[in-house]
């Protein structure tokens, strides 16, 4: 079982950035591919970044193409994600998600373990 734990949200202005890290429990990080997703008020869940076990290949949504960027530390058991230019709407709940198994899944239900949620809030 892997434990999550996420930090790094906060409030920041139009244009501004925030690095988001999740630390996981466990020994085996390096077993999981890892994803980040968000949820703003009244909305669904959607998939934000992934990342697959060595950090050799990614994936994004495409409304933060150019602006995230998700990375990995497999020797400190923690992935990032680094927010650029941030925008009001990217205001949401950012989780972290962990699936088991080398590489990434875009869909929430490809994941087996979530963070807690670290909210992030960009004003205009």
């Known amino acids: 079982q892997v434990q999550l734990v996420e930090s790094g949200g906060g409030l920041v202005q139009d244009g501004g950035s925030l690095r988001l890290s999740c630390a996981a429990s466990g020994r085996t990080f390096s077993s999981y591919a890892m994803g980040w997703f968000r949820q703003a008020p009244g909305k669904e869940r959607e998939f934000v970044a992934a990342?697959?076990?060595?950090?050799?290949?990614?994936d994004y949504a495409d409304s933060v193409k150019g602006r995230f960027t998700i990375s990995r530390d497999n020797a400190k058991n923690t992935v990032y994600l680094q927010m650029n230019s941030l925008k009001p709407q990217d205001t949401a709940v950012y989780y972290c998600?962990?699936?088991?198994?080398?590489?990434?899944?875009?869909?929430?239900?490809?994941?087996?373990?979530w963070g807690q949620g670290t909210q992030v809030t960009v004003s205009s």
């Open positions: 990342i697959n076990w060595s950090g050799g290949s990614t």
């Open positions: 998600a962990a699936h088991y198994g080398k590489y990434f899944n875009t869909r929430r239900s490809g994941y087996d373990y």
